[in-house]
């Protein structure tokens, strides 16, 4: 570790170019326009009903919202009209995404990083956190544990910046995640998506994640107001560079990764600014490439060991602003999948939920923490604490009682439905057929492996109630052909066999 460090001058001047953000500045500019946002935000208060509904009515029609008709949104006062917004947010995500809900889970694979991010618990002047990175080794015994015990198929796997974490090795850690494939109770499992969450990089590294089986990529830029954005990453470090960050997906993007994943950390600023950021990355990526954001992420700062900057946060989000911004963020880029995480506790997913479309589940967000996991030394390996404990079990179950379908499908980037290809059928509802039938049969697979008893009834239920919706939509929404090979399929994985998908 020393002589990384000591060899860390030159390896940050390899990582940042500059010349790769120029061509996506206009008249030398970036997308965020902060007196423009912060005029909008003040001088929407006042618009009527009327404007709030047309702007609801826009959004239903899953087209992406100006920014000025989101601050309208973010400015409403009246509780009748914010329940309106709520349901006219599970609409959408009903129309595009069905009543499915997507699950995965984070493999932290190093807590090295150079940066030094306030509010994290793994920046590098944190003596308390034991930093390590996974061999290739561990990241297997982390993968069948996910794949075997828990029944996962999604991943999002995740790094901090360090010069041993770089696109080498997070391409070494894709291939030894798909390498696996465990023995389950009727079948086998494996991993089928791996996301990655790393540092923003630069085209030629993007290019090599891609090529090892990138799902996803996804980068937070944390804060998209610059003075605070500043204030929290000190500026000699590689993260220091709000640019360098700013146009990470844009780079990505560029370097043909179709899916890109957005976030903010709510927390750090006044979450409508947030919002807006979010929002115009969604539009400049539009712009540039005809697609917005795969996903988009919106995590709650938490508590992390030895990180007193959380506590004194002025600008912390409380529960009811939080589901306010999660409802102005599905009614602003609707077609995008909304991912809300383990860090908000179970009373507060169930409230979020029906209009998010994905969500982690029995997370462990410290190294090595699914194989080797000891309570006590938790909090010392971890990057913040955890709000939603429960088991993949319960989780599901509690899903399921709601009306939800937990789906494992990770079909759409191995069949080409990816990118504007996707964000197309998604847009016209096409998407959620083929979903629809592969949730069915991937909560099939995992109810036959994983779930207790309890959770098993209550799942057959529900894929009883699938079932006879899907037969009701043909021949509209799916032919008598698809809907045969269908039910061979569901009858196969009930045999045993594994990934049979549309
Ligand atoms: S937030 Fe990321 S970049 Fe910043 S210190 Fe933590 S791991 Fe490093």
Not at 7 to 30: C, H, M, Q, S
Not at 244 to 254: D, G, K, N, P, T
Not at 431 to 440: D, P, R, S
Not at 475 to 481: R, T, V
Request: hydrophobic letters at 40%; one cysteine or more.
């Amino acid at each position: 570790m020393q002589n990384i460090l000591e060899d860390f001058p030159a390896w940050k001047d390899n990582v940042i170019r500059e010349e790769e953000n120029t061509r996506y500045l206009k008249a030398g500019r970036d997308f965020i326009n902060e007196p423009e946002i912060t005029r909008l935000i003040r001088e929407s208060a006042d618009a009527g009903r009327s404007r709030v509904r047309e702007i609801i009515a826009k959004a239903l029609e899953i087209k992406t919202l100006e920014l000025a008709e989101a601050a309208v949104l973010m400015n409403v006062k009246d509780p009748e009209l914010w329940e309106e917004i709520f349901s006219a947010a599970a609409q959408i995500k009903k129309k595009v995404y069905d009543n499915r809900v997507v699950t995965f889970a984070p493999l932290y694979c190093s807590s090295l990083c150079v940066n030094n991010c306030a509010y994290c618990g793994f920046r590098s002047e944190n003596g308390v956190i034991q930093r390590r990175r996974l061999e290739l080794e561990e990241v297997r015994r982390e993968t069948e544990v996910l794949a075997g015990k828990l029944g996962h198929k999604r991943l999002v796997v995740v790094f901090g910046e360090h010069p041993s974490s770089g696109a080498d090795y997070i391409c070494q850690v894709m291939q030894q995640v798909y390498a696996v494939e465990v023995k389950t109770k009727n079948g086998t499992g494996a991993i089928r998506r791996v996301n990655v969450n790393a540092a923003p990089m630069n085209i030629p590294d993007y290019r090599k994640i891609k090529e090892a089986g990138l799902g996803t990529f996804q980068i937070f830029q944390e804060t998209y107001h610059l003075e605070t954005y500043n204030r929290v990453h000190p500026y000699h470090t590689i993260k220091g560079n709000y640019l360098w960050r700013l146009y990470s997906l844009h780079r990505a993007m560029e370097a043909g990764i179709d899916d890109v994943a957005i976030g903010a950390l709510f927390g750090l600023y006044d979450w409508r600014f947030e919002v807006m950021g979010m929002l115009a990355h969604a539009r400049d990526l539009e712009g540039f490439f005809g697609i917005g954001p795969h996903t988009v992420s919106f995590p709650r700062l938490e508590p992390a060991a030895n990180t007193p900057f959380v506590k004194k946060g002025e600008y912390l989000v409380g529960d009811e602003d939080f589901k306010k911004l999660v409802a102005v963020l599905r009614l602003a880029i609707p077609y995008a999948g909304m991912i809300v995480t383990c860090r908000e506790n179970p009373a507060v997913m169930r409230e979020v939920i029906p209009m998010c479309t994905q969500r982690d589940a029995a997370s462990r967000v410290g190294i090595g923490a699914y194989s080797e996991r000891t309570e006590e030394q938790e909090e010392k390996i971890q990057q913040f604490l955890l709000g939603d404990n429960r088991s993949l079990d319960e989780v599901i179950c509690d899903l399921a009682a709601m009306g939800y379908i937990t789906s494992f499908c990770t079909a759409g980037y191995r069949c080409g439905r990816t990118g504007d290809n996707i964000m197309t059928m998604l847009k016209s509802g096409k998407e959620g057929c083929f979903c629809k039938l592969n949730a069915v049969l991937t909560f099939q697979e995992w109810l036959d492996d994983f779930a207790s008893e309890n959770t098993r009834k209550i799942g057959e239920k529900l894929i009883v109630r699938e079932l006879a919706e899907i037969e009701k939509r043909m021949p509209k929404d799916f032919s008598p052909e698809i809907f045969k090979s269908f039910k061979e399929y569901h009858r196969r994985i009930k045999g045993g066999e594994r990934d049979l998908c549309f």
